[in-house]
């Protein structure tokens, strides 16, 4: 039962909170896309719902392996009572039938999540959909409202890039996350990372957070780590890797509902 309550609040979050109002199939009828199988053919992060630009922390990417398998990288965790939703490649089998592209995950033998996207239009750049999430529990049927979704195309990936000792800090004005100070992140092949602060001294002391997991894909970012017994999460995109320098941006949004662009500069020191 708390598969589901994730599985169906996640969506909630996915639809970036936003009341969707259900379409009919007669509405706005589209051909089916021209070697749609073929074009959608590698990895998607969703980019606009509802035409709005979606916060970086609602994020999610669909990579596309071949026109029968993908795989799932999300995390949730902006509202903690709502969704604890962590998938990282999680494996989709794929059926497109038209302009129809219906991703299905067997979770157990009682519980199958099951992702529908309608294509309106697809291109080298971008894919314009309309999704619905079902869950089938014992054969029941639980559907969320269908959303208007875009995916802009992911050209790179920096999962291993990333890996190594970075120092960094803000350079935005503001960030939730970020303090202004100088710190460390040691990224780590298997997943794992230690974070870093300087002493009085300042010497660099690991902290005594637990958990500390990350996962890249694409340019997404997630972490997770555990302090003092609570979990807490943080998101970025990486815009760019390059000469030991790495960029990030973020899209965050305040509870007024105004957005604002963080960004933060790290040097490989290792």
Known sequence: MKKLLNFMLAAALIGGATVFTSCTKDDNP??????????IIGKW??????GQPQPTDNKAVLNFVSDTKAFLSASFIAH???SDLWNVQTEYAVVIAGNKVTLTNKIDEHQTIMIEL???????????????????????????PEMTISFTK??????EAIIGIWEGQMTSEQDAYSDGKVHR?????????????QDEAG???????????????????????????????????IASIKNG??????????EDGSTYTATFEMKKVE
């Open 185 to 197: 992140w040691e990224y780590k092949a298997d997943g794992t990372y230690v974070y870093y602060s």
């Open 45 to 50: 992060i969703t980019a606009e719902f509802n």
């Open 80 to 82: 903690p009572k709502l």
């Open 245 to 254: 320098v790495m960029q990030w941006k973020a899209l965050r949004q305040k």
């Open 118 to 144: 309608t294509v309106s239009s697809i291109s080298t750049r971008e894919m314009q959909t309309l999704m619905k999430n079902t869950m089938i529990i014992d054969g029941q049927e639980i559907s969320s």
């Open 203 to 237: 010497e660099w002391v690991p902290s005594d957070n637990t958990l500390n997991e990350y996962f890249v894909d694409g340019t997404l970012l997630c972490s997770r780590w555990i302090d003092n017994e609570q979990e807490f999460r943080e998101w970025w995109e």
């Open 30 to 39: 589209v051909d089916p896309a021209t070697n749609l199988a073929e074009k």
């Open 154 to 159: 992911v050209t790179r990936d920096y999962n």
